[in-house]
């Protein structure tokens, strides 16, 4: 039996729906997972920077609290023998409350020590944070601590400089919850008036609480590693394999890793690698390193982070997608054989249409003129197709959205939805470009809130959130709408004021702030009080780098608080 024209032009045509319908669906399905994988390779290098520059703030935050306390007038009376007896001691009781309160604000740190140089470096006021339980360390339990490199190390830097630990395990005796704790030390010399190097400040970093607390706003199903420059494991999820150097057996990155070797070497700063990560982890991985310097460091050390997930993770969404596009494959298939095989000729221009719409789709352009108005075959046939073009539009907007939700998380504060500290630091930059081409000059102003946490302590931690919301919504009444407010974290805040005709006009907007301020607070039928302190700095006249402006302003804040809150001082 030989078949007629429109039996074989049907049988072709059925045969050329299905193969099209197929090759559509593969490439539809290849791409979306070739998407998936580049948009996780994107967000996870994007997520890994964020976790190093949250890790350098973290560690910076922590030298500006070793400098802060060195540069207590406690510690320099102490420092000077200043006084009788009782008045050291009155000193030493006036430094364990502050170092008490310096612990508590921040549950990262384990100790906080002011060591002297007399009596094989005793400790003088040790004050020590055992979860949330802070305990002040006196008598005799106080140790000699000459021995520690942080302490010989430290005495033979100048005034100011920083002495930064290497991350390792705390095995000083007397260090209880600490205890074999991975530990970042950081501490500054403490000079006399007459030169005379009289002790240190440390402050102890538990790098697991410090990790906690940078680790927060990430998603569970990402596993962190940490290296320190050698590619010694200080974080990983197989603990057997963390601290090796400190327990007789170094296991390094490079060895599991072969390709991170160039980055331990000092070739490159980042790298992403999609796929097994060593033949021992034969399951494929998307993973993002970083390398992230010490701040303040003069000997190029860094750590190394790595952010990596499952392969399969990032492709749960493709699975998903696979299994409608071979639902929707199989029902065009269907369809296309039972419409293959009407006449020839009233399929002509359905058909038409359908390979003129396909043509499009594999193009990447619009979707247009589809037989949506017939009820037969041909019009499912064409709302299926329809249907499986919107699904795959509707699962890459998703990606797109995820993408800016995560780059707006990197650089806003959750709470306030204001800018934070690496926005803040951006558009610093930026302003000092500007004025450096335009001989412009603008204010970099540091706004700390007075007595914050004793209304965050007797009202509530919802209240405290909702002050720091009202807050910021009265600082941002005062500014422009060109000037810039960010929230460094806790109740700091900072002002960029640019475009300045004289320092005069800062000062007005800090005048302005502190007056609205001094209106009442009411928050969930409490009513109080919250004064603010302002220190200000003017480019180029008090710095005319970021961080510099930024330090001279918060050294001018704090001389506003000295005298008395509630005021600005001008950086002097």
């Excluded at 041909?378 to 197709?385: D, E, N």
Aim: some cysteine; charged content about 20%.
């Amino acid at each position: 039996m030989r078949l007629g024209v429109g039996a074989k032009l049907g049988l072709w045509l059925a045969l050329l729906g299905i193969l099209s319908t197929g090759l559509t669906g593969y490439y539809a399905y290849i791409k979306s997972r070739d998407l998936l994988i580049s948009a996780a390779e994107d967000k996870l290098l994007n997520a890994t920077h964020v976790l190093a520059q949250r890790f350098t703030f973290s560690v910076n935050a922590i030298t500006n609290d070793v400098r802060f306390a060195a540069a207590l007038p406690q510690v320099q009376q102490l420092a000077d023998q200043r006084g009788d007896a009782a008045a050291q001691a009155d000193s030493r009781q006036e430094l364990d409350t502050i170092f008490s309160a310096l612990l508590a604000t921040h549950p990262e740190y384990s100790q906080v020590r002011l060591i002297g140089l007399a009596n094989f470096g005793r400790e003088i006021v040790r004050v020590d944070q055992y979860g949330s339980r802070l305990t002040t360390v006196q008598g005799r339990d106080l140790q000699e601590k000459a021995h520690f490199p942080y302490l010989f190390e430290t005495v033979r830097l100048s005034p100011g400089q920083l002495y930064i630990s290497d991350i390792n395990l705390n095995r000083e005796p007397g260090a209880g919850p600490a205890q074999d704790k991975p530990t970042l030390r950081i501490a500054t010399p403490v000079m006399s008036s007459g030169g005379r190097v009289f002790g240190v400040v440390v402050i102890n970093a538990d790098l697991d609480g410090m990790f906690d607390q940078i680790r927060k706003d990430f998603p569970r199903d990402l596993d962190v590693l940490l290296t320190n420059q050698d590619g010694d494991y200080l974080i990983h999820p197989d603990a057997s394999k963390v601290f090796g150097f400190d327990r007789g057996r170094r296991i390094l990155i490079q060895d599991d890793i072969d390709a991170t070797a160039a980055l331990i070497d000092g070739k490159g700063n980042q790298m992403v690698l999609t796929g097994a990560l060593s033949p021992a982890s034969p399951d494929p991985f998307v993973s993002a390193f970083v390398k992230a310097p010490y701040p303040a460091s003069s000997d190029n050390r860094f750590i190394l982070m790595a952010l990596t997930t499952p392969v399969e993770n990032v492709l749960h969404e493709s699975r998903e997608l696979g299994i409608t596009i071979m639902q929707i494959m199989f029902a065009f298939s269907i369809a296309a054989i039972i419409v293959s095989f009407l006449i020839s000729r009233m399929l002509a221009r359905p058909l038409n249409q359908m390979a003129t719409a396909v043509s499009a789709f594999e193009a990447g352009n619009t979707i247009a003129d589809l037989p949506l108005e017939r009820h037969d075959e041909i019009g499912r046939l064409a709302k299926s197709f329809l249907s499986m073009a919107n699904r795959l539009k509707s699962q890459l907007d998703q990606l797109q959205d995820r993408q800016l939700e995560l780059a707006y998380l990197a650089q806003h504060d959750p709470l306030t939805e204001l800018p934070n500290r690496l926005l803040f630091l951006d558009r610093l930059m930026q302003a000092i470009h500007q004025a450096q081409r335009e001989k412009k000059q603008f204010a970099v102003m540091f706004v700390d809130l007075d007595k914050f946490k004793e209304v965050n302590d007797r009202l509530g931690h919802a209240v405290g959130d909702e002050t720091l919301k009202l807050a910021a919504k009265r600082m941002h009444e005062c500014l422009r709408q060109t000037d810039t407010l960010s929230r460094l974290g806790g109740d700091e805040f900072t002002i960029l004021v640019e475009d300045l005709h004289t320092p005069s006009d800062a000062i007005g907007i800090a005048q302005k702030i502190i007056y609205f301020f001094e209106l009442p607070f009411v928050i969930d039928e409490h009513t109080f009080v919250m004064t603010c302190s302002i220190g200000i700095s003017i480019y180029p006249q008090h710095g005319e780098q970021a961080l510099q402006l930024l330090e001279n302003a918060d050294a001018a804040m704090y001389q506003a608080k000295k005298q008395g809150r509630s005021n600005f001082q001008m950086c002097a």
